[in-house]
């Protein structure tokens, strides 16, 4: 009536604690009338300050700028005179945030700063802290909150509000500066009509157990044993997220009873905790809702600009680049830029502004590269670009000329796109690099904004959101010399995440939003989760700047600690106050982060206290909300299928009431799967055969005799194509391995990495280049000695040069343990070359344009020699594999069970290509780690009769087509292709019938 009164016959103004509740106000009780102005006081504040602001020159300083203007004051003080309380801790991360806001306080109650100054040695600090904080504002022509509220008071009188009825619609208690304003306001005002929540009792409540919450919770005594109802429920699910997922499910059933979803309120004491759970579930459910801060979620411009700050902090690493390019946030070349669609929101009530009208926000993405991101990643692989301005530079050139050379020589094709590619990726990364190398090492805050700036602009398609943050932080300019380690930390988590601005219309959703902006709202239902110890009630500390004793010898106002625990308690209240019809308070029982326990806070069972009477026991209470869930952590799906959120749910709770049926009767209770989705039925198809116990089927790697299948593999028998030895070896360890590896030719992605430990195929490929070198340069292995370590270092600083080590200490051990290993393999050498000499290195066939070696009926052989010895008396030949690992645990005789292949094979393609007798083949294990070991094997018709038993059995699997998933004991633990055939492929074949072949091969010793 108040509203509909006055605003028919002029204006009203409406302040409430959030502008949802004055919008439902109006709707609700004055919708046909123009006239009303609904303001919350930050905006009411905003708007009678932004005239008198503008004429004095003043900038509105938000809550970012009001914590870096803070740290800019810290780091003033210090310079000028230290501070002696707080010095020690003054330039710790969360110092000038806690400032911010205590200095908010003081200024907002109009303290003196000399009453603070006198309570000790803190309050002197802050009191001098505060006086700077002044200064700085007014020599930076920024105005903070306190200073618009002063600024609003003025242009009270000369306002359109002055004089109006006003409305106060449940306001929190203000501060001073606030209290004076509103004093001020409603003096002026013809009409004021005040409308707060009441702590006492209605008579004419009905005796509901909600009703019965509102009267009693936290009033101590006079409690009277009630019979529960429907209208107060209590639940607990084994985690926020399926506390989330429960909340979906209840709204679900009651908007099939008749409900509309924007009569449901979902309330938030933990908005960060629970908001990307809700959506989560919410989406699930199909249901439409409405967050009053909108969504947040991750920002890949962000996220691609701290990739570019890391990368120049460590030295731009091509890791770290290749991580910016995956994120697809690079500049089109050659495309001019285009700005964003939809705006980046804002927490701050006094920067921000109406969303826009459409219901659609769209992303701010970027248009398309002209190349993609892993294009360019394989040129960087290529290049063998890993860190360093120079290297930069000089690899992708070298890699241009390389390209330029095999273009000339007509041998590929596809040289010139992969120029056209090196070149853009030229044009991206080269600019960026510069910059990086512009950038400061330590400088003031003004000048890294600048800088980092210009780098955003550069590197980004889209780069409003992070401008945006950059902006922000202006009032930081005089701080500093910083670096970029403290650059990378204050702009991490303001870039790591985007807040969408919440759309503008909210009605048809569920309404989310925090209990303090839901003061003076209703719903019907109200769902209040995390009632559990540390997220609702949070617990309350004194501030940690001026505790409460000097702010109790002050008695100004200042909020203590015990005012803070009152207000947390009224939160309770207020989302009892909003539900209409029921109230719904949940709490997780896990803590799944952590992996601990939960309890339900002590305000879970006040409230079922206030409602029933009585205090409930804590396991009896536990088990009772316990029984409200339908899932648990270990299957979180319903019993009742009828009850499940989405089709997800829906399988489970089918599957899982099959599962634990009777023997027989679930018979065709799965079969709608079959129906519902092709794909899916094709999988659990797969699935059935690949765990059946009777046969091997096709789904169990390569297992099929097709004319056309065994007309491919025809063209990989062993007496069609040359095989390595090192391939061959691949079969007896896995034929699907041997198959992946020999005849689809799948390898690792190949990635450029900053060495931080030798790998052993790096420790191999540099000791054979060692002593092909050495075989070079010599040629005789008595010089060996005197060389070996000019030859080492030349080698070793080609591979530095190309690995470029991440940690240069652990690179030079690794090194010196290997020259180590060189030096002690060289003692050996006169006892173990004696009449021998060496007549080739690195002997190669099948390889460079060279022809394979032809073995027993055909078989053809590629690979390469590390060493062939003549004996000088006998003339027969020694062949020598140098191996830098362990040496095997059982002895080799001939093939070891097909996984040693390669000493027989190389035996006989060096007497096939030399036409000399080969006696001994060995591997030799020439370092410390091997044992300086050898295991040798004689050229005997046995051993030969065993490898001609083995190529047979490899090459009828492949030209028959049979090569199943069947590795051997330990064999998957370290395969190139686990994600290919999954974790458990060993446990899984030892249920199939036994391949008599394969058991032989590995029975071959």
Not at 234 to 256: D, K, N, P
Not at 422 to 439: G, K, T, V, W
Not at 678 to 704: I, M, Q, T, V
Request: charged share 25%.
């Amino acid at each position: 009536m108040f509203l509909q009164q006055h605003a028919a016959s002029g204006e009203v103004l409406v302040l409430a604690s959030s502008r949802d509740a004055a919008d439902d106000l109006l709707r609700l009780r004055c919708p046909d009338t123009l006239g009303v102005h609904r303001f919350t006081i930050g905006q009411w504040i905003a708007a009678l300050s932004a005239a008198p602001a503008a004429e004095r020159g003043l900038a509105p300083l938000n809550t970012l700028g009001a914590e870096a203007l803070a740290a800019r004051c810290v780091h003033q003080v210090q310079q000028e005179s230290a501070l002696e309380y707080f010095g020690p801790v003054a330039a710790s991360p969360g110092f000038a945030r806690a400032l911010s806001r205590t200095l908010r306080e003081i200024r907002m109650e109009a303290v003196p700063l000399s009453d603070i100054a006198k309570t000790g040695k803190p309050g002197y600090d802050i009191a001098s802290l505060a006086r700077t904080y002044e200064d700085l504002l007014r020599d930076s022509r920024l105005a903070d909150f306190a200073d618009l509220t002063r600024l609003a008071r003025e242009a009270l009188p000369f306002s359109r509000f002055h004089g109006l009825p006003l409305l106060l619609l449940d306001l929190d208690k203000p501060p001073r500066l606030t209290a004076i304003l509103l004093h001020e306001m409603r003096a002026s005002s013809t009409a004021v009509l005040e409308i707060k929540l009441s702590e006492e009792s209605s008579a004419h409540e009905a005796d509901t157990a909600l009703d019965r919450m509102r009267r009693r919770v936290f009033v101590p005594g006079g409690d009277i044993p009630a019979s529960s109802d429907d209208t107060l429920e209590v639940f607990s699910a084994a985690g926020e997220g399926l506390e989330c997922t429960e909340i979906a499910r209840r709204i679900q059933t009651l908007a099939g009873d008749g409900i509309a979803f924007d009569e449901m309120a979902i309330l938030l004491r933990a908005p960060g905790r629970y908001q990307p759970l809700l959506e989560e579930a919410l989406d699930r459910a199909n249901i439409p809702y409405h967050f009053t801060h909108g969504g947040v979620r991750p920002d890949p411009v962000g996220r691609a600009f701290l990739a570019l700050l890391q990368c120049a902090q460590e030295g731009y690493p091509a890791t770290r680049f290749a991580e910016y390019l995956s994120l697809g946030q690079a500049p089109a070349l050659d495309t001019p830029r285009t700005m964003a669609v939809g705006s980046v929101g804002t927490e701050d009530e006094l920067l921000s502004r109406e969303p826009a009208a459409s219901e659609d926000i769209l992303d701010p993405s970027p248009t398309a590269s002209p190349a993609t991101p892993a294009a360019w990643e394989r040129l960087i692989v290529d290049a063998a670009v890993v860190g360093g301005k120079d290297r930069w530079e000089r690899r992708l050139r070298g890699l241009e000329n390389e390209f330029r050379l095999r273009l000339t020589a007509g041998e590929d094709t596809n040289i010139q796109r992969q120029l056209e590619l090196l070149a853009n990726l030229q044009r991206l990364a080269l600019p960026i690099i510069d910059r990086f190398e512009a950038l400061p090492k330590r400088a003031p805050w003004r000048e890294w904004l600048m800088q980092l700036a210009e780098l955003a602009d550069l590197a980004l398609a889209r780069p409003e959101s992070v401008q945006l943050a950059l902006n922000e932080l202006w009032p930081m300019g005089d701080v500093g010399p910083v670096g970029l380690d403290e650059v990378i930390p204050a702009l991490s988590e303001r870039l790591r995440f985007l807040r969408r601005p919440p759309q503008k219309r909210r009605y048809g959703k569920v309404w989310i939003a925090t209990i303090d902006e839901s003061r003076a709202t209703s719903f019907r239902i109200v769902f209040v989760p995390g009632l559990a110890e540390g997220i609702f009630p949070k617990k309350m500390f004194e501030d940690p700047l001026l505790l409460d004793d000097a702010r109790r010898l002050v008695d100004a106002g200042l909020p203590l600690r015990e005012d803070r625990v009152s207000d947390e308690r009224s939160r309770l209240r207020i989302a009892a106050a909003v539900a209409t019809q029921k109230l719904v308070l949940s709490y997780p029982r896990m803590d799944v982060a952590q992996n601990r326990p939960r309890v339900p806070s002590f305000y879970a069972m006040e409230a079922v206290r206030a409602a029933e009477g009585r205090l409930p026991e804590l396991k009896a209470f536990e088990r009772r909300a316990a029984e409200g869930s339908r899932t648990r952590l270990g299957w979180p799906a319903p019993v009742d299928p009828s009850e499940s959120v989405d089709p997800l749910e829906y399988d489970l709770s089918v599957l899982h009431a099959a599962i634990n049926a009777p023997r027989g009767s679930a018979k065709g209770a799965g079969r709608y799967l079959m129906s519902r989705n092709p794909h899916l039925a094709r999988s659990l198809r797969a699935r059935y055969r690949r765990w059946d116990r009777k046969r091997w089927y096709f789904d169990d790697g390569l297992n099929d005799q097709s004319a056309a299948t065994l007309a491919v593999l025809a063209n990989h028998g062993l007496q069609s194509r040359s095989w390595s030895a090192s391939t061959l070896q691949h079969f007896a360890a896995c034929p699907y391995r041997f198959f992946l590896h020999g005849v689809h030719q799948f390898r690792p992605r190949e990635e450029s990495i900053a060495l931080e430990e030798m790998d052993p195929l790096t420790r191999g490929s540099l000791f054979h280049e060692v002593l092909y070198a050495m075989f070079l340069r010599g040629g005789n292995k008595d010089t060996f000695t005197d060389i070996a370590d000019e030859v080492f270092d030349a080698v070793a600083a080609r591979y530095e040069e190309t690995l470029a080590p991440a940690i240069p200490r652990v690179w030079k051990s690794e090194i010196e343990d290997l020259r180590a290993d060189l030096k002690g393999w060289l003692r050996r050498l006169p006892d173990d070359a004696k009449d021998w000499d060496i007549i080739h290195s690195e002997f190669a066939f099948g390889m460079q344009g060279k022809a394979p070696a032809i073995l027993l009926e055909g078989v053809q052989v590629r690979g390469s020699v590390d060493w062939i010895e003549k004996h000088s008396q006998t003339g027969g030949l020694r062949v020598t594999d140098h191996k830098t690992g362990r040496n095997p645990k059982d002895k080799v005789h001939h093939i070891g069970g097909g996984a040693i292949l390669q000493p027989l094979l190389y035996a006989l393609a060096v007497e096939d290509l030399l036409k000399l007798p080969v006696k001994i083949s060995r591997l030799y294990y020439c370092t410390q780690r091997g044992n300086y070991d050898t295991a040798p094997v004689a050229i005997t018709e046995h051993s030969r009769n065993d490898l001609r038993r083995a190529l047979e059995i490899i090459d009828g699997a492949v030209t028959g087509g049979y090569l199943p998933a069947a590795p051997g004991k330990d064999q998957c633990k370290w395969c190139d292709y686990r994600m290919v055939c999954g974790p458990r492929e060993e446990e899984r074949t030892r249920r199939k019938p036994k391949i008599v072949q394969l058991n032989e091969l590995r029975s071959l010793s």
